[in-house]
C-alpha cells in the first residue's frame, strides 16, 4: 500500500490501471495517424453533420443528399460521421458526385453503423480524435437537423472560430425553422447576458435549399483562397 493525498491506496492497482492508460496513448497517436494520413491531401472538403436517426424518407434525408451531390460535383470531397441518416445521406450524395466520399466513423453501442456510400472510411474510438479530424481539413461546415452529437460538432467549431484556433470557415445551419429558437436564445439570453458578441452571430448562416448552402459557401471564398495561407496553416498545427 503507499499513500497518495492523505489516501492508502493498493500500488499494484494503481501500476495496473497507469500502464493500461500508457498504453492507450498509442492507440489515441494511431487514430491520428491514419486520419492525418487519409485526410491531409483530400482538399477542399466539406464537413457535413446531422441526425443520425434521420430515414431516407425524411425530407433532411433528401436535402442532405442533393446538397452533398452539387459539392461533390462542384469539386468538394464531403466528409460524414460515416453513420446512418443525414450521414447516410451525405456520403451517398457525395458517392455519386464527382468528388470522393469520406466517412469518419466511430464505435458507439447503438446507432452508429456504418453506411455504404463511403470512398475512404476512417474508425475512432475517442470523440476528440474523431472531432479534429472534421475540422482541420474543412473548407466549409454544413449543419443539418441533428441531436446532441450535431449541437457538439456545432459548438465546436463555434469555439474553435471564435477564439481564433482554427481558421475562418462558412457554417451553414441548414433549415431556418429548425434553428431559428436557437438562435433566437443566442440573440435574446446571450448576447444581453454577455455570453457572446452580436459579432459572433456573423460566424453562422442559415439556408433553406441545396443551391442557396454551395452558393453561400463559394461567395465565401471569392475573396480568399480555398487552401490555407501560412499563418492559418500554422493556426491548424496547433489545433
Avoid at 443520425?52 to 452533398?68: L, M, S
Avoid at 455519386?96 to 472510411?121: C, F, T
Wanted: aromatic content about 10%; glycine content about 8%.
Amino acid at each position: 500500500m503507499t499513500e497518495v493525498f492523505g489516501k492508502r491506496i493498493d500500488k499494484r492497482v494503481a501500476d495496473a490501471q497507469l500502464q493500461r492508460e500508457s498504453w492507450r496513448i498509442f492507440q489515441i497517436m494511431a487514430e491520428f495517424v491514419e486520419g492525418f494520413e487519409k485526410l491531409c491531401l483530400i482538399r477542399p472538403s466539406i464537413s457535413v453533420f446531422g441526425s443520425a436517426r434521420a430515414t431516407p424518407d425524411d425530407p433532411w434525408y433528401d436535402t442532405a443528399e442533393r446538397t452533398a451531390r452539387l459539392l461533390s460535383d462542384a469539386g468538394f470531397s464531403v466528409v460524414s460521421g460515416g453513420g446512418p441518416g443525414i450521414m447516410e445521406a451525405a456520403n451517398k450524395g457525395a458517392h455519386a458526385g464527382k468528388s470522393p466520399s469520406i466517412g469518419v466513423n466511430i464505435e458507439l453501442p447503438r446507432e452508429q453503423q456504418p453506411n455504404p456510400y463511403q470512398d475512404i472510411s476512417l474508425h475512432f474510438r475517442h470523440f476528440f480524435a474523431r472531432k479534429v479530424m472534421f475540422v482541420k481539413y474543412a473548407s466549409a461546415y454544413v449543419v443539418l437537423p441533428g441531436g446532441f452529437g450535431t449541437l457538439d460538432e456545432l459548438a465546436e467549431i463555434l469555439t474553435l472560430v471564435q477564439t481564433g484556433k482554427t481558421r475562418r470557415i462558412p457554417i451553414v445551419l441548414v433549415g431556418s425553422e429548425f434553428w431559428s429558437a436557437l438562435l433566437d436564445w443566442f440573440r435574446q439570453t446571450l448576447i444581453p447576458g454577455g455570453m457572446i458578441d452580436a459579432a459572433d452571430l456573423d460566424l453562422l448562416q442559415v439556408c433553406d435549399e441545396p443551391e442557396e448552402i454551395v452558393r453561400a459557401i463559394f461567395e465565401h471564398y471569392e475573396t480568399r483562397s480555398l487552401e490555407p495561407s501560412e499563418a492559418e496553416q500554422e493556426i491548424l498545427l496547433e489545433l
